[in-house]
């Protein structure tokens, strides 16, 4: 299939919590990957270079709360 993305499965990811390794080689943000905090997609930037054979993707991140409390004032 198609090895240039990964969906974690999650959205509002906390920017820069994440860590993805493969194997285990922690990948650099902008070197290896880039991020959709929003939608939580990872985008392999050179795949073909990352993967060897079967290969195992480790991904560690943080959410954001999806509604955050707002400062409630009363008069």
């Keep these: 299939g198609d090895r240039s993305t990964l969906n974690l499965g999650a959205i509002q990811i906390r ?12 990948l650099v943000r902008g070197q290896d990957y ?20 079967a290969t195992q993707i480790q991904a560690q ?10 400062l409630q004032t009363s008069f």
């Design 15 to 26: 920017d820069g919590s994440e860590k993805i390794f493969i194997g285990n080689t922690q």
């Design 34 to 53: 880039t991020i959709n905090y929003d939608v939580g997609v990872v985008t392999f930037t050179n795949p073909d270079s990352l993967f060897h054979g």
């Design 61 to 70: 991140f943080e959410q954001n709360q999806v509604f955050d409390q707002a």
